[in-house]
């Protein structure tokens, strides 16, 4: 999977445009964000603030779901070869159901308030969020065909009485392999003083 999206973007600064229709979407989207943010603002709620990043995270969501598609073979052949994707309306529509479910999340969590006042409006708001849960989880299902059986390979057994495999020095990368200038160690005392917690 990852092989195929890595080709895809093999060319740098490769860029991610939208239809016409999506974008038209996605502005419409905006819109809605922006109005909410600001009687979010108004009531002083700090909501405003995840209603200022929505749009933001709409769009790297709805390019996640093209590179999805891309990675899943679920893409047309022929354009992936060519470069050609974009970011359809569908993309967006399922980013957007992934940023509402999101915001949903953090309602219930992060704010530790539930918005209904009786238990009943409560266990609904809780259902509803576990739906959507269920339904964005259904429409992201990778086909089989795309699972690679993997076989680990086995480790000896040691037998009583014998030692096992004992991590040593020589399981690990020298010091000396570093990453300061030239390839230098970051450990090396002539580059300064040496900060244990740099490796």
Known sequence: MARRVLKYFSTPHTVIEMTADAKELFMAYCACFSTEQYVLRENDDDGAARKGTAAWHLGMVSAAQ?????????????????????????????????????????????????????????????????????????????????????????????EDGEAGHIFTQGDTPPLSDGYGPEGKSVQDPSQGPIILGDR
């Open 66 to 158: 093209l590179t999805w598609e891309i990675a899943t073979e679920q893409a047309d052949p022929r354009s992936v070869q060519e470069r050609t994707l974009m970011i359809q309306k569908r993309h967006v529509l399922r980013a957007y159901d992934c940023v509402k479910l999101c915001h949903s999340v953090l309602t219930l969590c992060v704010k530790g308030a539930l918005t209904p006042t009786t238990e009943v409006g409560a266990l609904t708001q809780v259902t509803s969020a576990a739906e959507q849960l269920q339904s964005a989880l259904e429409a992201q299902l990778i086909p089989e065909s795309q699972f690679v059986p993997f076989e680990a390979p086995e480790e000896p057994v040691a």
